[in-house]
């Protein structure tokens, strides 16, 4: 007996780290609010007139928060945003039910429109900068530029002082692998713009949240990179000798550094 109930416990463990989804809300300052789904993030802010949502990652994951949402609040879902248009992270919008207003870049609800995705489109875009009011409290959109992608926007919450970033910022972490959709140089220039904004907490949409800073040392990142490459260039390397000669050992403490150089 005592065998079989000891292989139980380490099943059900094994369940619990292998074949169970992750997912938690966390309060990151005052009526924001942090959303984990496995490795992906979202946040939201209540207000008295309702709740922000920003992107909902998936069907499943939408929907989770949407019934926690009802049930530990009491105003509505009334605004979703979206970070930008790749599908880990806009997708299932509809989850948050019709009477929502969708938010995004205009060339994300493009993309949509475009790709035919089945996803809530846009009724509002922002091309460079868009302020959306609600129950005394702000939400500033903005546009840096092209980054991971072309339509990727930068969310700040100033009561909070939080800026909310995906995927082209992160903290003390790798850029996934081969940067895909990836803009340079102008992905550095777009976090040189958002290290110009009013904030002191940094979400990303995914890892561990930082502060103002880790924005610089994602950035100094990139350069380091950049110019690892333009010296590979002049010097004639190929790209396989140069992906096997850059090491970069001043960022060797970023998260992913072995999986992911």
């Not at 994300?108 to 509002?124: L, M």
């Not at 091309?127 to 992608?149: A, C, I, M, N, R």
């Amino acid at each position: 007996m005592k065998i079989t109930c000891l292989s139980a416990l380490i099943f059900s463990l094994s369940l619990l780290v292998y074949g169970q989804t992750t997912r938690s809300i966390t309060q990151i300052r005052g009526d924001l609010y942090r959303f984990q789904h496995n490795a992906h993030y979202s946040v939201f802010l209540v207000t008295t007139e309702g709740i922000v949502v920003t992107d909902p990652i998936s069907k499943e994951a939408a929907t989770w928060l949407n019934q926690e949402l009802a049930d530990r609040f009491e105003v509505p879902v009334t605004h979703l945003i979206y970070s930008h248009n790749h599908a880990d992270h806009i997708t299932g919008g509809e989850a948050f039910g019709n009477q929502v207003t969708v938010i995004g870049h205009r060339l994300t609800k493009e993309a949509i429109i475009r790709e035919k995705r089945e996803v809530p489109v846009p009724e509002i875009t922002v091309e460079d900068t868009y302020t959306l009011e609600l129950g005394g409290q702000k939400v500033e959109l903005y546009y840096p530029g092209k980054s991971h992608g072309d339509n990727c926007i930068a969310m700040l919450f100033p009561e909070q002082s939080t800026l909310f970033v995906v995927d082209f910022i992160n903290v003390n972490r790798l850029p996934y692998r081969d940067l895909g959709d990836g803009q340079m140089p102008d992905w550095i220039e777009a976090i040189k713009f958002v290290e110009g904004l009013d904030f002191e907490i940094l979400a990303p949409g995914h890892g561990i949240i930082g502060k103002k800073v880790d924005a610089t040392n994602h950035r100094q990142y990139f350069e380091a990179l950049r110019n690892a490459v333009l010296k590979g260039i002049s010097q004639g390397q190929t790209l396989q000798e140069m992906q096997q000669n850059i090491r970069l050992d001043e960022f060797k403490h970023f998260d992913n550094y072995d999986e992911w150089l």
